[in-house]
């Protein structure tokens, strides 16, 4: 009786396991497109510059920067943007043979950040977001 | 486990084979259609491996292989339209240099993107040369190509180099400055003019350049998968100082 809490622990890390693994495999194998909004998913990449994160995405297209919207929560980062003209996938099936002119992209962060000193910048279709990141140092005395 | 070549014609000798396989930027894969397309070039041999994913390619509802070689007679273009496995590199490597040296090729030339962290800021990305021996790419940089002095250089471009060095056949690499995980026909643009300086050609690039997003917008996917074998394959290095830098 008293393993109980032991083999719940068990199946809880092997769930969590499972949750991520299959989270790694949406990323991996997904395509770049949300049919359910319309939209195409751009390519990103975050950097860790020590005080601060630097979120760069590709948005081919986009020229505007009237026509990026970044939203952000705590650990989540909501970027839109209208290209200016719409591609199409007309020939392709997997993309509903449609054309697309939005990107959308939803980024979890891995540090907290302060949205509120943030900057952000389009220079040839690359949107770069620089995030300041919420850290509090403590002083430790040295004896 | 080897790659097979399935012939259609065979290529007339002292041609020179342009290589583009998907890596840093899509360099390659975007220069060498670029390639295939300006020179109307016709396609030569289907290449396929145990060790590729099972895909068959269409192109304007013709089916085709996604590795394959188009050619004219002096110029033929090996181009991969998918991301090549890290296990399938090496042996592709020794059997695009056994394949060029029995059709009595010239040389290779391999087309990349070498990763610099200003790439935003440059209008123009300068092009690197590097070769199988130290007096070809000597040769080359007279021609206002900067010469690969120092550091690493990882997949089936240094593959190929690596494999032309030890048969003593003539292979360059020209790397042009790119992004590393956006796919960049900017700099696809600066290897073609390279090449036209280098090799004596006249291929315009404003259609490149006027394709520019399309391009980005439609190689996301490819570049996406490309990434997963570029992390196998040790491009982090082309980050790393060698230890006899120091």
């Not at chain 2, 280098?198 to 350049?209: A, E, K, N």
Request: charged share 30%; proline share 7%; hydrophobic share 40%.
């Amino acid at each position: 009786m008293g393993e109980d809490w032991f083999i719940e622990y068990i199946k809880k890390i092997r769930r969590e396991f499972e949750n991520l693994l299959s989270e790694v495999e949406r990323e991996l194998y997904s395509p770049l497109i949300d049919y359910r909004t319309k939209t195409l998913q751009p390519l990103y990449e975050i950097a860790d510059l020590g005080d601060k994160l630097m979120i760069r995405i590709d948005l081919p297209g986009v020229k505007d920067p009237s026509k990026v919207s970044i939203k952000g929560s705590e650990n989540k980062l909501l970027v839109e943007a209208k290209m200016e003209r719409p591609t199409s996938f007309e020939d392709l099936p997997t993309y509903a043979c449609r054309s697309y002119n939005y990107y959308r992209v939803e980024i979890t962060l891995p540090f907290p950040v302060d949205f509120k000193k943030s900057r952000a910048k389009l220079r040839r279709g690359v949107l770069e977001i620089e995030l300041p990141k919420k850290i509090k140092y403590y002083k430790v005395k040295v004896e | 486990m080897s790659w097979k070549i399935y012939e259609r014609k065979s290529p007339k000798s002292k041609f020179t084979l342009f290589i583009g396989i998907p890596d840093v930027g899509l360099v390659g894969p975007i220069s060498a259609s670029f390639l295939i397309k300006s020179l109307k070039l016709e396609t030569l041999a289907l290449l396929d491996s145990e060790m590729m994913p099972p895909l068959l390619l269409f192109h304007n509802s013709e089916p085709t292989f996604p590795v394959r070689i188009h050619g004219s007679d002096d110029i033929c273009v090996l181009i991969s339209e998918v991301a090549i496995p890290v296990k399938a590199m090496y042996p592709l490597a020794k059997m695009i240099i056994e394949w060029a040296m029995e059709k009595d090729a010239e040389k290779i030339v391999t087309l990349s993107g070498i990763p610099v962290p200003n790439r935003l800021e440059l209008q123009t990305p300068r092009v690197y040369v590097t070769a199988s021996k130290k007096e070809y790419a000597e040769e080359l940089a007279k021609n206002g190509v900067q010469q690969l002095k120092e550091g690493f250089m990882s997949g089936m471009h240094a593959l190929i180099l690596k494999e032309a060095y030890i048969k003593d056949f003539p292979a360059i690499a020209l790397l042009s400055e790119s992004y590393f995980n956006y796919p960049d026909p900017g700099a696809a643009a600066s290897l073609i003019n390279a090449i036209n300086t280098l090799f004596g050609l006249s291929i315009d690039v404003t259609p490149l350049r006027e394709q520019e997003e399309e391009i980005r917008v439609k190689l996301r996917e490819l570049m996406k998968r490309t990434l997963e074998t570029m992390r196998q394959a040790g491009k982090e290095y082309e980050y790393t100082l060698p230890a006899m830098y120091a």
